[in-house]
Nanobody
């Protein structure tokens, strides 16, 4: 059964850091690109970051560039999202996705999705 499981979310204060993890369960996603998206209540799903299957190239949304870092450990079947200098506007459910998208920032091009982990940043 193909599963992606996110963890690491929580309630933090502005300026704090969190590291999210996305683990592939029951399959290997070493052959897939992995992206992180976020969705706040009443808002559209927003691209945060993505990493190619090799890990050589990474991509970031403008709102997180310079503060978030995506990385992967294919041996552990895990992708990480290190989030620094968190802001209240980063509050959202963070979801990881795997696929072979032509455009890394387009959510509908990813085939597999996790359930998400909540990140709440207080001011």
């Amino acid at each position: 059964q193909v599963q992606l499981v996110e963890s690491g979310g929580g309630l933090v204060q502005a300026g704090d850091s969190l590291r999210l993890s996305c683990v592939a369960s029951g399959w290997s996603f070493s052959g897939y690109a992995v992206g992180w998206f976020r969705q706040a209540p009443g808002k559209e799903r927003e691209f945060a970051a993505a990493i190619l299957r090799s890990g050589v190239a990474t991509y970031y949304g403008n709102s997180v560039k310079g503060r978030f870092t995506i990385s992967r450990d294919n041996a552990k079947n895990t992708v990480y999202l290190q989030m620094n200098s968190l802001k209240p506007e980063d509050t959202a459910v963070y979801l990881c996705a795997a696929g072979q998208p032509d455009d890394m920032a387009t959510a509908k091009l990813y085939a597999y999705w996790g359930q998400g982990t909540q990140v709440t940043v207080s001011s």
